[in-house]
């Protein structure tokens, strides 16, 4: 599948384009959704039958365009699969194939201006009418309007609100309702008010809308009732016992939306090296000679921006490989581990993509910020991927949270003379996650249960955050050590280099906290510097052929530093691609 969606994403029609008005790009990106769909490179049905399809779908649609994946997200991951796994039979008879073909484009109605991160304290209601055998979705205040709705502003039929469940006068907690909001002609239907958010500062493709609800009546068939049924006299039978389960049951396909953005942002990041290493392969300046015959790659500057970035994002990818495999194939007793991963991965994967283009975008100089260099758009997609689907530091509060409850410390040995060894960095990265939860898990003890909330919230932020952190570390980490150690072939040898400097760039990044600690020495310092410039030098020649690795075609990259860039400026190109052959 990735090999036939490489030669199709290369296609003319996907080539980007930059000086357009906000509604070109919005119909551009449900265009270029709209053919992936047409050739039915991705299905609903994928996460039930196929899961890794989906991700590797997310991260090669992400190098070509940022906006039109996140519509395709929504559409196939946070409405579809709400719908295929909250909904019943006739649910999916009436809507699977049409999200499939975007006959019925979809939202997710969860978020409210006033409840982010706290959406199970959302003011939104479905009451339900048993006179009329309705439920009646109503937004009772400015604060409860549905916000940044992805494809409500111009595209979708449907939008799966979230909202209290209302029968009998008894609040049942957070259930989603199927809530019509425009007809086929794309006219919005009585009772919706569909506000536009306007221009962001990045994925403008992507029409994002406020949503409001004036007492819409939908028939109580449009429940998504997999886990709670509503009888015609309002009864309420459900296999979930606590409304708080019910709501974590509902909002479940946050977890593999995670995955998918995080799958966009490797895409991202490997898209950003590919440009980055081969312009700086290319692109000479002053020499020994003082004359420009001296690739920029060749400096030490540009080697130790770019040659640890490469490294980790070798090493993120396989750790996210795990995590999607985990995903794939988890069943009841793993689902809090499972859970851990998914959001330890998605702020890594999304912070890391964040730093990644922004040094690629500074090491290639004034010609990273031209937009048709790419950089800009993947620094949108890193800004939004930071807070979608969960923002990146309250996601890490929740792994430390899960993680402390269940912590019982990596196994470790104590510390040697010489750190250069795979073994003792990695030996290191468990050594500083044991100390981390420790030390968080005796600040929780110390402040008792009275005193819980406010040491949590206000005094051991960043106990907290260090502590999330150092495990989404260590699993990458541990992942990436034990693939390579499975590995046969000349490619271990590079692989291992690429391990080695992942690693000693993460003790390097810490080694502040390691001496202040007395976990290691100034010699130690010292050993892991000399590991870090040797490594970086010895990797850089193999640099181009590591971004190759990425299969990435240079019609999907279309930055043109990443090609015959000399060419690319002997016409007046107005900064586009279009006559760029």
């Given at each position: 599948m990735r090999n036939r969606f490489r030669d199709f994403m290369s296609d003319s029609v996907m080539m980007p384009k930059y000086n357009i008005s906000l509604a070109e790009e919005r119909e551009l990106a449900l265009a270029r959704l709209q053919r992936i769909c047409d050739n039915k490179f991705i299905s609903v049905l994928d996460f039930r039958d196929n899961p890794l399809r989906i991700f590797a779908a997310h991260e090669l649609a992400a190098i070509i365009d940022p906006a039109m994946t996140t519509k395709m997200t929504v559409q196939f991951n946070l409405f579809g699969g709400t719908v295929l796994k909250l909904g019943t039979e006739r649910h999916h008879e009436k809507l699977l194939a049409g999200i499939d073909t975007l006959a019925d484009i979809g939202c997710f109605g969860l978020t409210e201006l006033g409840y982010g991160n706290n959406a199970v304290e959302m003011e939104s209601t479905a009451t339900f009418d048993p006179a009329t055998d309705e439920l009646v979705?109503?937004?009772?205040?400015?604060?409860?309007?549905?916000?940044?709705?992805?494809?409500?502003?111009?595209?979708?039929?449907?939008?799966?609100?979230?909202?209290?469940?209302?029968?009998?006068?008894?609040?049942?907690?957070?259930?989603?309702?199927?809530?019509?909001?425009?007809?086929?002609?794309?006219?919005?239907l009585?009772?919706?008010?569909?506000?536009?958010?306007?221009?962001?500062?990045?994925?403008?493709?992507v029409d994002n809308a406020k949503l409001t609800f004036d007492n819409v009546r939908v028939p109580r068939d449009n429940l998504l009732d997999r886990y709670s049924q509503l009888s015609a006299d309002g009864t309420l039978t459900s296999d979930i016992s606590s409304t708080r389960a019910r709501f974590l049951a509902v909002a479940d396909q946050l977890l593999s939306g995670r995955v998918c953005i995080a799958s966009m942002c490797m895409g991202g990041a490997k898209a950003s090296l590919a440009i980055a290493i081969k312009y700086s392969a290319t692109r000479l300046?002053?020499?020994?000679?003082?004359?420009?015959?001296?690739?920029?790659?060749?400096?030490q500057l540009q080697?130790?921006?770019?040659?640890?970035?490469?490294?980790?994002?070798?090493?993120?990818?396989?750790?996210?490989?795990?995590?999607?495999?985990?995903?794939?194939?988890?069943?009841?007793?793993?689902?809090?581990k499972v859970v851990a991963m998914c959001c330890a991965l998605k702020p890594i994967c999304s912070w890391h993509l964040e730093h990644l283009v922004t040094t690629c975008r500074e090491r290639c100089g004034g010609q990273g910020y031209l937009s048709s260099n790419r950089f800009g758009t993947f620094i949108g997609l890193a800004h939004a991927a930071m807070t979608a689907e969960g923002d990146n530091s309250v996601l890490i509060q929740k792994v430390a949270k899960e993680r402390l409850a269940l912590f019982k410390g990596n196994k470790v040995t104590e510390v040697g003379e010489d750190i250069t060894n795979t073994g003792a960095l990695l030996n290191l990265i468990r050594i500083q996650e044991n100390q981390l939860f420790r030390n968080l898990g005796n600040r929780m003890k110390a402040a008792g249960k009275e005193g819980l909330f406010e040491t949590w919230m206000y005094k051991e932020n960043e106990t907290i955050q260090a502590a999330g952190k150092s495990y989404g570390e260590r699993l990458i980490a541990e992942q990436f050590t034990e693939t390579v150690n499975n590995m046969e072939g000349d490619s271990k040898t590079t692989l291992q280099q690429l391990l080695d400097l992942h690693l000693a760039h993460q003790v390097k990044e810490n080694m502040s906290w390691f001496l202040t600690h007395q976990i290691l020495q100034p010699k130690h310092s010292e050993q892991v510097t000399d590991l870090y410039d040797e490594l970086c030098a010895n990797l850089t020649p193999q640099a181009l052929s590591l971004v190759e690795c990425f299969k990435i075609t240079d019609e999907m990259l279309s930055a043109p530093i990443a090609r015959d860039w000399v060419?690319?400026?002997?016409?007046?190109?107005?900064?586009?691609?279009?006559?760029?052959q």
């Amino acid at each position: 599948m990735r090999n036939r969606f490489r030669d199709f994403m290369s296609d003319s029609v996907m080539m980007p384009k930059y000086n357009i008005s906000l509604a070109e790009e919005r119909e551009l990106a449900l265009a270029r959704l709209q053919r992936i769909c047409d050739n039915k490179f991705i299905s609903v049905l994928d996460f039930r039958d196929n899961p890794l399809r989906i991700f590797a779908a997310h991260e090669l649609a992400a190098i070509i365009d940022p906006a039109m994946t996140t519509k395709m997200t929504v559409q196939f991951n946070l409405f579809g699969g709400t719908v295929l796994k909250l909904g019943t039979e006739r649910h999916h008879e009436k809507l699977l194939a049409g999200i499939d073909t975007l006959a019925d484009i979809g939202c997710f109605g969860l978020t409210e201006l006033g409840y982010g991160n706290n959406a199970v304290e959302m003011e939104s209601t479905a009451t339900f009418d048993p006179a009329t055998d309705e439920l009646v979705v109503n937004t009772p205040s400015p604060l409860a309007q549905k916000y940044w709705i992805t494809n409500g502003a111009l595209h979708a039929h449907h939008v799966v609100v979230f909202a209290h469940l209302i029968s009998n006068r008894v609040n049942h907690g957070i259930h989603a309702v199927l809530v019509p909001i425009r007809d086929k002609s794309l006219n919005v239907l009585p009772g919706v008010t569909v506000d536009e958010m306007g221009h962001k500062m990045g994925l403008n493709g992507v029409d994002n809308a406020k949503l409001t609800f004036d007492n819409v009546r939908v028939p109580r068939d449009n429940l998504l009732d997999r886990y709670s049924q509503l009888s015609a006299d309002g009864t309420l039978t459900s296999d979930i016992s606590s409304t708080r389960a019910r709501f974590l049951a509902v909002a479940d396909q946050l977890l593999s939306g995670r995955v998918c953005i995080a799958s966009m942002c490797m895409g991202g990041a490997k898209a950003s090296l590919a440009i980055a290493i081969k312009y700086s392969a290319t692109r000479l300046t002053v020499g020994k000679s003082g004359k420009s015959d001296a690739a920029i790659l060749s400096y030490q500057l540009q080697q130790h921006a770019l040659m640890p970035l490469l490294a980790r994002t070798f090493a993120l990818n396989v750790g996210l490989d795990y995590v999607k495999r985990e995903w794939a194939k988890q069943n009841t007793d793993d689902h809090q581990k499972v859970v851990a991963m998914c959001c330890a991965l998605k702020p890594i994967c999304s912070w890391h993509l964040e730093h990644l283009v922004t040094t690629c975008r500074e090491r290639c100089g004034g010609q990273g910020y031209l937009s048709s260099n790419r950089f800009g758009t993947f620094i949108g997609l890193a800004h939004a991927a930071m807070t979608a689907e969960g923002d990146n530091s309250v996601l890490i509060q929740k792994v430390a949270k899960e993680r402390l409850a269940l912590f019982k410390g990596n196994k470790v040995t104590e510390v040697g003379e010489d750190i250069t060894n795979t073994g003792a960095l990695l030996n290191l990265i468990r050594i500083q996650e044991n100390q981390l939860f420790r030390n968080l898990g005796n600040r929780m003890k110390a402040a008792g249960k009275e005193g819980l909330f406010e040491t949590w919230m206000y005094k051991e932020n960043e106990t907290i955050q260090a502590a999330g952190k150092s495990y989404g570390e260590r699993l990458i980490a541990e992942q990436f050590t034990e693939t390579v150690n499975n590995m046969e072939g000349d490619s271990k040898t590079t692989l291992q280099q690429l391990l080695d400097l992942h690693l000693a760039h993460q003790v390097k990044e810490n080694m502040s906290w390691f001496l202040t600690h007395q976990i290691l020495q100034p010699k130690h310092s010292e050993q892991v510097t000399d590991l870090y410039d040797e490594l970086c030098a010895n990797l850089t020649p193999q640099a181009l052929s590591l971004v190759e690795c990425f299969k990435i075609t240079d019609e999907m990259l279309s930055a043109p530093i990443a090609r015959d860039w000399v060419s690319f400026n002997e016409y007046d190109n107005a900064g586009e691609l279009d006559k760029y052959q």
